[in-house]
């Protein structure tokens, strides 16, 4: 039941077509192009230029994804505080309606 069924190859039939005999080619040299003239070596300069504008614009970034950040982990944090004062409640009133069921009987 749960062995594989494994394909078996039949023989090829049918006409088989021999072999092309492949010639080869002569290779023609193509001509001689000139190398360009060397550029002359540019000024060295940091990759980097920090202006005024883009040092705000990268704190005004961070402060965002700080923010951001922050939001979503204190939300997550409430979200498993409430939920654990749930299941207290929920917990209490269980307790209280056995308790209130044992003292009947």
């Known amino acids: ?11 090829p039939t049918g006409h088989l077509m021999p072999p092309v005999s492949v010639e080869p080619t002569s290779v023609v040299p193509s001509a001689q192009v000139p190398s360009p003239a060397p550029v002359a070596a540019m000024q060295s300069r940091p990759a980097l230029q920090l202006t005024p504008g883009t ?7 961070g402060t965002a994804v700080v923010l951001v950040v922050g939001a979503v982990l204190v939300s997550m944090l409430l979200a498993v505080a409430i939920t654990g004062a749930s299941v207290t409640v929920c917990a209490l009133v269980i307790r209280s309606l056995v308790n209130a069921d ?3 009987r």
């Open 1 to 11: 039941m749960l062995r594989p069924k494994i394909p078996t190859n039949p023989t």
């Open 102 to 104: 044992a003292k009947r």
């Open 55 to 61: 040092a705000l614009a990268l704190v005004g970034g």
